[in-house]
């Protein structure tokens, strides 16, 4: 199974629960972007991207309900 995760960037606000609970490892807090609240958000690199199996325990980890799983 493979997923794809997107993240509502401005609503993050980088406690890293989701990076915490992924069983993959591939969600980090983006260094190179700062949201509208002043966190650098959560994000999936793309070349992480298909190593997510769709899991769903990120989404169902964030405090905000900010994340969104598709699964293929
Ligand atoms: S759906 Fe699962 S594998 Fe994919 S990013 Fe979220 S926790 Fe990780
Ligand atoms: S759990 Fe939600 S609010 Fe926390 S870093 Fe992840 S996406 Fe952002």
């Known amino acids: 199974m ?3 995760v997107t993240f509502d960037r401005d609503r ?4 890293e629960l989701c990076a915490l609970v992924c069983p ?3 969600i980090v807090m983006d260094a190179d ?3 509208r609240k002043g ?3 959560a994000t999936v690199r793309d070349e992480d991207a298909e190593k997510c199996t769709g899991c ?3 989404a169902k980890m964030c405090p905000d309900s900010i994340i969104t799983v598709e699964r293929s």
């Open 2 to 4: 493979a997923g794809k």
């Open 12 to 15: 993050c606000k980088g406690c």
């Open 24 to 26: 993959k490892h591939i």
């Open 33 to 35: 972007a700062t949201n």
């Open 39 to 41: 966190y650098h958000p």
């Open 56 to 58: 769903a325990s990120c």
